[in-house]
C-alpha cells in the first residue's frame, strides 16, 4: 500500500508538471461559459447531461493520451520494466489520478449546467464511473500508439463512435437504431447523467442498467489495460 500511496503522490506531480490541472481548469471554463452563454429556460435534462457528458470525455480521451505517450518517448515504461513496480501500480495510479481530475471538474459542469438542481449520489455514481471508463478507452486508445500523429487519428475515429449516441439521446436517430447505438459506453454514460438531472425522464431501471453496463466495461477495461502495460513494460525494458 506504501508503494501504491507513493506512486500516487509521484503521479499528481507529474501531472502538476505536465500542466494538467491549469489545462483541466480552462477547458471546464470554456463548457461553463458556453453554457452560461445560452438561456437558462433552454437548459433541460438532456441538454444538461450533454455537457455534463462532455467534460470527462474530453479528459478521459485527451489528456492521459498526452501524459503516457510523452512517458513513452521519454523511456518511462522502459525504467518501469526493470524496476520492482507492478504494472497494476502504473495502471492505477493513473487512473485513480485523472478520474479524480475528470470528477472534479464534472462536478464543477453538472452544478454550472443544472444550477445545482440534480440527485447528488446519482451524479456522483454517474460521474465517477463515466470518468474512469473514459480514461480506459484513453488508455486503450495510446496503448499502441507509436506517435501523436497515430494517437490523433485513433482518437478522431474513437471520438466519431463515442458520439453517435448523441443522436438518440437528442431523438434524432431513427427508433430502430436506438438498441445498437446503446451497445456504445457512453450512451450509458448519458443515460446515467441525464438521469441524475432533476426532472429527467430517464427510469430507475434504464438508469440502474446503464450503471451496471459501465461497470462492466470498468471490469473489462482495467483487465485489457493491464494486460497492455504489462506486455509493454516488459517489452521496452529488454
Known amino acids: 500500500m506504501s508503494t501504491l ?9 507529474l501531472q502538476l508538471r ?10 471546464t471554463a470554456v ?13 433541460g435534462p438532456e441538454l444538461a447531461g450533454f455537457f455534463v457528458f462532455m467534460d470527462p470525455a474530453t479528459i478521459g480521451l485527451s489528456f492521459v493520451g498526452a501524459i503516457v505517450l510523452k512517458e513513452k518517448a521519454q523511456g518511462t515504461l522502459a525504467a518501469l520494466g526493470v524496476t520492482p513496480m507492478r504494472p497494476w501500480v502504473y ?24 444550477g445545482g438542481r440534480f440527485d447528488v449520489a446519482r451524479m456522483v455514481i454517474a460521474i465517477g464511473l463515466a470518468s474512469v471508463v473514459a480514461v480506459q478507452v ?29 443522436l438518440a439521446h437528442f431523438e434524432l436517430a431513427p427508433a430502430a437504431l436506438t438498441p445498437l447505438l446503446a451497445v456504445i459506453p457512453s450512451h450509458a454514460m448519458l443515460v446515467m447523467i441525464t438521469g441524475a438531472v432533476a426532472g429527467s425522464s430517464v ?3 434504464s438508469w440502474l442498467l446503464a450503471a451496471g453496463y459501465l461497470v462492466l466495461w470498468c471490469i473489462a477495461g482495467a483487465c485489457w489495460t ?5 506486455r509493454a513494460m516488459v517489452s521496452d525494458g529488454r
Not at 500511496?5 to 506531480?13: C, G, I, P, Q, Y
Not at 478520474?99 to 464543477?108: D, H, M, Q
Not at 501523436?148 to 463515442?162: E, F, Q, R
Not at 493491464?226 to 504489462?230: A, F, N, P, S, T
Open 91 to 114: 495502471v492505477v495510479t493513473k487512473t485513480a489520478s485523472l478520474t479524480g481530475v475528470a470528477f472534479v471538474s464534472g462536478l464543477v459542469v453538472a452544478w454550472v449546467a443544472t
Open 31 to 43: 463548457i461553463c461559459a458556453f453554457v452560461l452563454l445560452l438561456p437558462p429556460e433552454s437548459r
Open 138 to 166: 484513453g488508455f486503450a486508445c495510446v496503448a499502441r500508439a507509436p506517435s501523436m500523429n497515430k494517437l490523433s487519428v485513433t482518437l478522431l475515429w474513437v471520438s466519431m463512435i463515442g458520439y453517435l449516441p448523441l
Open 18 to 27: 505536465s500542466f494538467i490541472y491549469p489545462a483541466t481548469v480552462v477547458s
Open 203 to 205: 427510469t430507475d431501471g
Open 226 to 230: 493491464l494486460r497492455e502495460y504489462q
Open 5 to 13: 500511496a507513493h506512486a500516487l503522490r509521484w503521479e499528481v506531480t
